[in-house]
Structures are given as C-alpha cells and as structure tokens.
C-alpha cells in the first residue's frame, strides 16, 4: 500500500490489471515447472523424512514425531544406543521414534488436569465426572494406586496446586495467591484442606480391573460449587515422576532396553542393566547453585531429584519469587498448604523401584520442616537410597565409594 498521504474526499482508483496472454509454450513451460517443482518437493519431502528416520549406530537422542500430535515429549529427553543388538540402527530408530511417539502422545492426554480428549478419561474427566463409575487406561490406573499406596494425601490438593500456578506464573501481584502474605488465601487453604485431608468429604476409589470413582461428600461439593473449583485431583509436581515410568514400561514392553530417559524437572529411568551413569550432585547457597559432587549408578536405576529452585527454564514453572527475595517451590505440605522441604535438594535412587513408587515413599520425608534421619535410613530397606549435601558434608545410606565430593561454579537462579 502507498505511504503517501491523500487530501480528504480523494478516491483512490487500482491500477487497472494487466492481461497477460499464456502462449502455447508459456503453458508447457508452467507445466513442467510444476512438475519440476512437484517433484523437488516431494524430493525435499523424501529427504526430511529419510533424515529423520536415518541413524549411525551409537548413542542417538530420540524426537518425537509431530505426525502423532501434541506430545510430553518436550519435557523428556530419551536417548538410545542404536545398533547395539545387531539390529540396523536406521530400522531401531525408526520403530523407537514410532513408540516413543505413541506413548508420549497417550500419557500427555491422559494425566492432563485441565483439558479432555475425546475418548480419552484422562485427570481432567475424572474430575469432571464425581461419583461415576470410570474406565481408565492401565497406565494411568497404576499412577493413581502408586501415589496412593502409603497413604499419601497430596494428589488431592488440587484447588492449592491451582493457586501456586498462578503465584508462579504472575509477574505482578503475587501476594495475593501466598497463604503465607494473604491472610485471606491462608484462610481458603485450610478450608480446602480439611476436606482434601478426610477420606470421607474427598477420596479416588480404586476399584480395580483399571476402574475409579471420584467421591465426594456433599458438603464438599456445595463447597467446590460455592467456590469454583473444579478439580481436586491433581499430579502437579510429581507428574513428570508417573510419565518417565510410563515411557520407561512402554518402551521396554516392546524389548528395547538399551536406553535411558531423562525429564527436565528431576526424573530419569536408565533402562539398561549395563549402563553406567554419573549423576550431578547440586546445593544451593542462597539464591546461588553449586555442583558440590557426583553419584555414580550402574544398572537398570530409577533417579529422582528433587529441588526447592529450578533446574532451568523449563521447570521455573513450578517456583516463584517473594518480592523480599525469598524462593517459593511446589512442594505443599498438606498440613497448612504451605511449601516447606527439609532440605534445599536430594537425590534418590533405586533398582528395584520406579520414580513414582520413590516419590509416594519420600514425600512425607522431603516436604517437612526437619530432617527424619532414621526414616532416611529405613529407605534403605525399601530399596531406595539417597543422598544430599549440607554445609559441607554428604548424608547418605548409599555405599561408601558411590559418589563423591566436588566443586563447582555458582549459578544463580533467578
């Protein structure tokens, strides 16, 4: 469009369009140029997905494909030695990406809290559906009896996980969703907890043969009703826990395992019994993080880590700033609805457990205002070890020998 000016009540007349005559070889010319560029981009097209699919044997990261739609795939990486069973590494690669792709797409949907897939009863369908019967897939049935298992109450926090995202995620005005400088939101949050914490006003029903029933009393639905809320059931933190095992199960089931699978929050399944991995042992010192040593993990291993600061970017979803400073994490304790941990990080490890089974063993230890030394070291009886690091010295009930101390540079965090 022209920049210059028009007086008022001045028309603007187009140009008149010029007819440009197609002679006879002016109309072959196009055809096979058409062709030619037909062919270039179905060539083009050929090569992308020969690209993709194509691989040297070897340590190889596996993507999911976008032809499978929205996937979890961004929160995970999953890398893979292709070739090592004598198998093409080109063939492994393709049937990796196939599975891979699959079972990101399904747990994505399926342990979503805010949105529902057709024919799909994922989160978000089970809490929009109370008091009815609901078939569920495998994968998700064996997430809920995990986290429930020892009596854990913090799948049910819901309306409280619904607050901190918004205190995360507020750039301005973040006092009004803190329970801790909100008079009002600490009021709202021990009223939500008396019904998340009482089996008889909340409580997800496993009925077996991969069937659930949300209930919930009516008092407690007038009370949802009354005050908006609309979903109680929620993974929030630990999700990433119950997906890297999903992942794990649905790529083993098909004999691939000699790979391992990495989440961005703290989450990580090492598939092969002879792999061997360094984990990075960190510690915080104010609003800086430090590599303090390393833990080495031979085996099929389950690691957890888990942190009151974020990793990187991809995680800062689940932690906010207090204007004076001070670091808010995702780790509510179901006794006030306010985040508290022990310690500022700590790994856990296990060979016989997944992340899941860690995370419903730990959380009454991490989430907690003291450290439970004896509880720590009982774990070791569960089959899970850990490890964390506090002026200067290492706690740990993992064999001597299994880690140890180094130093590195701060970075900040926020």
Known sequence: MSREKRRAGESVVPQPVKKIEITEDKKKLRVVLALLFGTLGVGLLTYAVASFFSAEEG????????????????????????????????????????????????????????????????????????GEVIQIDEGLYHAFETYLENGCRNLYLGPVYDQYRNFFSADVGTEEFDPIQSKEMDIYFREILTYANDPAHVNLDLLGDNKVRLTLSEECKEYALDNEIINWIDFYWAKNAFIVDYLAEKITMEGYTLGRITSVDGYARMLSANDSNQITLYNREDMNVCMVGTLKVDGAVSVVVLHDYPLGEADSCFYGERKDGSLVSAYIDTADGRDRTFTDTICFSSDKKGCGEIISNVIPLYISEEENTSALQKLAGEDIFYIFYDNGTFYSNHKEGSYEQRSGKLNQVY
């Open 59 to 130: 340590w190889q990261t596996i993507e999911t494909n976008i032809s499978y739609g929205v996937t979890c795939g961004s929160d995970f990486t999953f890398q893979y030695y292709l070739g090592g069973e004598g198998v093409s590494a080109t063939a492994q690669k393709k049937q990796l990406v196939k599975i891979y792709s699959q079972a990101s797409a399904m747990a994505h949907q399926m342990f979503h809290e805010t949105e529902q897939f057709p024919g799909v009863a994922n989160v978000a369908y089970i809490n929009a559906h109370p």
